[in-house]
């Protein structure tokens, strides 16, 4: 398994710009030490700067924004472009999070998000997920209508390049131990790698990559990793937190190595 990533969302964290730089340079001493991971720092926009110099230039460390504009300039006020992001030297962007979903984001814009993210050169990391469970599974579809929107108008040769972070919305903000298990989180791996199929080929949807997001700690990140087929995991507030966030890593690098013996 290659490509494993561990991104951090702070989401509106830290609130002071010196807590930013000292949380970027407090991971990078731990992350360094799991070079199979690669660790994706998405900060609040204001701090992408600062966090971006102390992370500086090594190999298994990342920065990435939280949101990105579909336009690379003009009339957008507080919208953060590409171009931006790209001069400030951030190659990944979380889109269409729950959160701004939640606040109205439609699939149209999402769409055109990921196609303008593909465009400069930015890894979109295309949030999916079902905002509750039923016993029928129409959720599903729910799922099935998010991943077939996101890649509309996309070239089949670019769908590699996207990364779905699978985070159902009634997973975030639990404990660990009530979080999914990794059962069903393998269950959901193979069901959005069906469906990116039935969109494209066999070959590429086993060649795209999925993560989890929901209630990840250093506590389950290890048996999520193991059991779930995942590439690795969108993290909330484990993030912010160095001490936690090093769990993560070395629980999914120890799983790593388990899975690397069975092959």
């Known amino acids: 398994m290659t490509n494993i990533l561990a991104v951090g969302n702070w989401k509106m964290n830290p609130v002071k710009k010196k807590d930013a730089e000292n949380l970027a340079k407090d991971i990078k001493k731990v992350a360094q030490k799991y070079k199979k991971v690669t660790a994706v720092l998405c900060p609040p926009a204001p701090y992408a700067d600062v966090v971006g110099g102390a992370l500086g230039r090594v190999k298994n460390l990342a920065l990435g924004a939280q949101d990105m504009s579909w336009q690379e300039k003009g009339s957008r006020t507080g919208h953060v472009s590409p171009l931006m992001l790209k001069d400030l030297g951030a190659t990944y962007a979380i889109i269409g999070h729950s959160e701004l979903r939640e606040l109205g984001e439609t699939d149209e814009v999402i769409n055109k998000k990921i196609r303008t993210a593909l465009l400069y050169g930015i890894t979109p990391i295309v949030c999916i997920g079902e905002r509750e469970r039923d016993e029928n599974g ?104 160095p001490s936690e966030f090093e769990s993560v890593l070395e629980n999914m690098t120890a799983a790593l190595k388990r899975l690397e013996k069975k092959e």
Do not use: C
Request: charged share 20%; proline share 2%.
């Open 138 to 241: 129409f959720y599903l579809g729910v799922i099935h209508k998010q991943i077939e929107s996101a890649l509309q108008g996309v070239l089949k040769k670019d769908f590699s390049s996207i990364i779905f972070a699978y985070e159902p919305i009634w997973a975030i903000g639990k404990s660990a131990r009530d979080a999914m298990t990794p059962h069903d989180l393998y269950e959901m791996s193979l069901y959005i790698k069906k469906t990116i199929a039935g969109l494209s080929s066999k070959t590429i949807a086993m060649n795209m990559r999925v993560l989890y997001g929901g209630s990840v700690e250093g506590e389950n990140a290890g048996a999520l990793f193991e059991g779930g087929d995942v590439n690795g995991f969108l993290i909330g507030h484990a993030s912010i937190v």
